[in-house]
Each structure stands twice: as structure tokens, then as C-alpha cells.
DNA sequence: CAACTGACAAAAAATAAAATTTGTCAGTTG
DNA sequence: CAACTGACAAATTTTATTTTTTGTCAGTTG
């Protein structure tokens, strides 16, 4: 990748950096790999980002911004569901995109896994997102109307298993699907049974 | 530890190796290390193990039945319990059984978490257990008669984040006990209502 | 003068060399 | 002769050495 414009840019950065990862890996990715690939002095790169953490970091986010954050933002806003069905429908589209990524983009997933396993504020921030649209969800919906955060929370961490970067291996068990449907079988009359 | 008796048995063996485990940590500890210990040659040990992996999945077999199975199987007997509060107290147990060991002897649950994360068959030989005592529990207890072992594997991996040994570094969040019972007032729900 | 370069020291990573460990087995010992 | 030893090759790990990378900044450039 060349330089395009004459102002090397913050998204041009993480852009290139993206690049580098796919083609490199993540554990033989450096800042200076980033820089030769748009064609300037790694220097600049630090006149962007204060480090190769930080930069490592706005790629993640970015990233769970646009892979994950949006199209569930999109499963949040859909009208034609509600209740117990709108929770599950958001909760199997989290639970897809996490195992999409991790078998189609292997690199970036293995980027967002290290960076969020290192970040604890960048993990609970985006963990944070996910539970504010749960809760979303559940006062629309009318459910648990007492403490919908607390519920939002216990139905993301009781399928911590199916989308938990930590768990990413035993995605490609043949049994992984029917574990899923049981959890939620034992989630959905919880849900129920409260509203 | 000095050779005690002049036939060397597995056992002996075992408890040198967790010896070791604690002294020098799971990274540092070798065969020849352990051999050092009962004071014979490393040759000798490979008479009882066909390998450095044979051994440390056998301490580690020992170790999960005497400090998890054996206090899970007292609570999956205990008459005094029924139902979904049965279910309840295996599962609490479990939680807090790992809780402990992960803070108060961290030497061994490293071991433990190192193997089974390496032996696809030692943990599902392990998981196969607990469920078996889960879906005892439930059908004494009359609940989910239809399908209890997959009841009985939802609320296991519904719960997977409080006892995973991958999760352990979230145990040491304050805010785990409440997310437990979050989690556990959802699954307690989702059991009352099929019983 | 804002944006970038390139030279530099400190930190980290890769490589090379040395030492240890793993696993085997013929031979010793009680 | 069953149980163990100790010497050995191959594999792995440790340590030492070299190279690269990170992060800074005074200086250049358009």
C-alpha cells in the first residue's frame, strides 16, 4: 500500500496496520512493518498514536465497531421484534459473528482476542455496549422491568461459552450448536418466567 | 523426598511431581526434578510413564478427583438436598471449589489448567462426570425427565464463565458473586418451569 | 510552521551456541 | 528376573549475542 494523499491520516494508519496483520500475522506485525507498507518513517506513525499499544488498540476498536457494534446495533433497532425473540435473535447474531470472524478472519480475530485479553477497559467498554442494547431490548420488550441491566448482564454471561474469544477452540465441536440451543432453552423460560 | 520404601510406585511418583509443582512452579519442574526428589534415576520413572505427558495427566487425573470430584460427589449424595436447589449447591460448590484452588493453590491449578487445556480427552472424561452427577440430581430431584442430561449439560455450560479455568483472572472482580447469582436466578427460572 | 524524517538510546525480539531434558535401552544389581 | 541404573542421541530449553523494534526528538522540508 502506497501513500495516497499527502496527510498520512489516522485511518489510513489502522488501515495499513490491518493489512499488515493479514499478511504478517499478529506476532510478526511491528510498527515499522506498518510504516514501509504506506511508505513513510515509522516517526510519523507516532505523531498519531502514542504507541503501538494504543495503535493496536484503535485498530481493535474499530474493528469491534464495525464487525460486531454495527450489525448488532442493526438486530437492536429491528421493530419487527420483541421480547424473549428480539433477545435471542440479538445473542445468535453475536454468537455468529464471533464464530464467522474466527474462522473466516483469523488474523484480526486473533488481533481483537490478544488486544481485549490485555485491555480490560477496552473489554469492559465493549462489553458495556453489549449489555446497554440488551437492556434496550428488554424494556421494549416489556421483560424484567425490576433490574434489566442486571438480566441483560446474566444472559450475556450465561452465553460467555458461545461467544468468549477464550472459548473460540471448542466452536468447531459438531456439538457446539446443540449446547447453544439447550443454554437458551434454559435462558428463554428464565426470561419468561419474569416478565 | 527421600525414597521411602525400596519398590517405587506411581504413587510415590505423583505426590514427588506435586511436590516439585509447588517448589519450582509448573514451567520449571522436569522429570529429572522430580526424580531428584525420591532420589533415583529419571530412567526409573519412565518405567511407570511412558512419558513427561503420561505423568503430569495422571497427577492431574488424581488431583481433579480428590480436590473437585470427591467433594462434588458428597453434595451430589447429600439426601438432605432436592430438586433445583440440589442442582443449585452442585453448582456452587463447583464455582467455589475452583475459586479456591485457583487463589489458594495456584502451583496445582496451573497444572490443571495447563493439562486440560492440552488433553482434549482428560477434560471431556472430566465434563462427562459432572454432568453424570447433574443428571442424577435432576432426576432425582423429578426435574426435565425428558432430556435431563442435555438440562443437565446447559446448566454446566450456562454457568462455564464461574468455573472455566480460562475465566479465572474474572474471578477476582468484586462484582463476580452478583453476576453469579444473576446468572444462576435465570437458570434457577428456566429449571423450575420444565420440572 | 505543520508534517514528516532520520538518527539515536533503550527495550524487545531473533538468532546462535551451550546446557539441560526427554526418552531409550543394554547392562547391573539384589 | 524384576526393578532400577546410567550412558546415550535427539529434542528442547536456557543463556549469551546480535539484530530489530520502539519511542523520542532535533532537524529538515514543502
Request: glycine residues 6%; negative net charge.
Amino acid at each position: 500500500m502506497e501513500k495516497s494523499s499527502d496527510v498520512l491520516t489516522k485511518e489510513q494508519i489502522i488501515a495499513a496496520t490491518e493489512e499488515t496483520i493479514k499478511r504478517y500475522g499478529m506476532a510478526k506485525t511491528s510498527v515499522t512493518d506498518v510504516a514501509k507498507s504506506l511508505g513513510v518513517s515509522h516517526g510519523s506513525i507516532y505523531r498519531h498514536f502514542k504507541s503501538k499499544t494504543e495503535l493496536f488498540e484503535a485498530a481493535t476498536e474499530q474493528w469491534l465497531e464495525e464487525k460486531i457494534i454495527a450489525p448488532l446495533a442493526d438486530v437492536c433497532r429491528d421493530s419487527s421484534l420483541r421480547g424473549v425473540g428480539h433477545v435471542q435473535a440479538y445473542i445468535r447474531t453475536l454468537v455468529q459473528l464471533k464464530r464467522h470472524y474466527a474462522r473466516e478472519d483469523e488474523a484480526l480475530f486473533a488481533m481483537y482476542a490478544k488486544v481485549t485479553d490485555e485491555s480490560a477497559e477496552l473489554i469492559s467498554k465493549h462489553i458495556g455496549r453489549i449489555i446497554g442494547h440488551l437492556t434496550d431490548i428488554m424494556l421494549r420488550g416489556g421483560l424484567k422491568s425490576d433490574q434489566p441491566e442486571r438480566s441483560a448482564g446474566a444472559v450475556f454471561y450465561a452465553t460467555a461459552r458461545f461467544h468468549h474469544p477464550a472459548h473460540a477452540y471448542e466452536w468447531k465441536s459438531p456439538a457446539i450448536d446443540a449446547e447453544f440451543s439447550d443454554v437458551w432453552a434454559l435462558i428463554e423460560q428464565g426470561l419468561k418466567t419474569n416478565d
